[in-house]
């Protein structure tokens, strides 16, 4: 018999609301975020030196979606 690791627990899923379900505000921002992402798609039509902005842009939305989510 060998002796196999315990398994490593998972994180619990986050609580958007006493449910579990995500409230509007968490729907929103989702979708905010997800536009955000959407953005990096346009790259390869972009010109190298136009990508800067994109980055910024998509930076910004993460950086606020995780403010967000901090409280």
Do not use: C, K, Q, W
């Amino acid at each position: 018999m060998t002796d196999h690791p315990a398994p490593t627990p998972r994180p619990a899923p986050p609580a958007h609301t006493a449910a579990g379900v995500p409230g509007p505000e968490d729907i929103a921002a989702d979708r905010s975020l997800e536009a955000a992402l959407a953005r990096l798609d346009v790259l390869d039509g972009l010109g190298v030196h136009e990508h800067v902005d994109v980055y910024d842009d998509v930076d910004r939305a993460l950086r606020e979606r995780l403010a967000g989510a901090e409280g």
